[in-house]
């Protein structure tokens, strides 16, 4: 499975992105899909999760509310749809697939395929 991460770019605070996760090589539809996060200097974190039906998602706290993560099977792709952003949410995004669980999980190491990330900034 290759997933091309797209959407990401430079917003002012309280704006809005809207990122996009296209799977290729496989379909994806009956994976969970999750987005992370990791900004300079930091480790990578969760930020969102959806189960491969999408009946079933989950947020980090620091996100909830804002961001939501929707998917499209019909298109093999996922996105995170980020409002009222925050210089903190500034990070280079990546997608990713979990082949062995239908419902999302928030740990990194269970997912199996990566995007290679784009970069969202957010100027305060």
């Known amino acids: 499975v290759q997933l091309q991460a797209s959407g990401g770019g430079l917003v002012q605070a309280g704006g809005s992105l809207r990122l996009s996760c296209a799977a290729s090589?496989?379909?994806?539809?009956?994976?969970?899909m999750g987005w992370f996060r990791q900004a300079p200097g930091k480790e990578r974190e969760f930020v969102a999760a959806i189960s491969w039906d999408g009946g079933s998602t989950d947020y980090a706290d620091s996100v909830k509310g804002r961001f939501t993560i929707f998917r499209d099977n019909a298109k093999n792709t996922v996105h995170l749809q980020m409002n009222s952003l925050k210089f903190e949410d500034t990070a280079v995004y990546y997608c990713a697939a979990d082949i062995h669980h239908t419902a999302g999980v928030r740990w990194g190491a269970e997912y199996d395929y990566w995007g290679q990330g784009t970069q969202v900034t957010v100027s305060s």
């Open positions: 090589g496989r379909t994806v539809s009956r994976y969970a």
